[in-house]
């Protein structure tokens, strides 16, 4: 989203319809802590998944359980994302891209490390809370190029 108005820590976005309508976005309260980050810029060395800061739906925090020093969030996410849920793959939950190490259908499991427990909102959520969930932008172009595919295209 575009920053409108800056005061310090705090900022102001215009949110469409849409936006509203596709993320949990219009039921925070205001002063809700947000995990943030900058765009990259073209140039800019990456380093990490490639996501675009799109909400593609609304999933939930079904379980959290311990695994050593990390923690195990197990999430469960709207029917249509299932086909980009892979194993090693990426999502982006709440703005914090992380990788899968488990899936079964609509339902996916990260490891957060310390780190991202410490510099994240994640450490706040509880199972059942709604997160905002962005699949894999190379696996969702993939797909839409499958899906265009008809006989006569592939002639060509």
């Known amino acids: 989203m575009t920053v409108t108005a800056n005061r310090g820590a705090r900022f ?3 949110a469409s319809p849409e936006t509203l309508r596709r993320t949990t976005l219009g039921t925070l309260a205001p002063g809700t802590r947000l995990n943030l980050e900058r765009a990259l810029r073209m140039g800019d060395r990456l380093g990490g998944h490639l996501v675009q800061g799109h909400v593609d739906g609304v999933g939930r925090l079904e379980a959290i359980r311990p695994d050593g020093d990390w923690l195990a969030y197990r999430f469960r996410a709207p029917r249509p994302l299932a086909p980009y849920l892979i194993e090693k793959g ?11 190490f488990a899936c079964r259908g ?14 994240t909102t994640l450490r706040e ?24 595919r008809t006989p006569e295209t592939m002639r060509r």
């Open 12 to 14: 102001t976005v215009d």
């Open 90 to 100: 990426s999502i982006a939950v709440d703005g914090v891209s992380l990788t899968v």
């Open 106 to 119: 609509p339902s996916f499991t990260v490891a957060l490390i310390p780190h991202t427990l410490a510099a």
């Open 125 to 148: 959520q509880r199972p059942g809370d709604r997160v905002n969930l962005e699949a894999d932008v190379l696996l969702k172009h993939i797909a839409s190029l499958l899906r265009a």
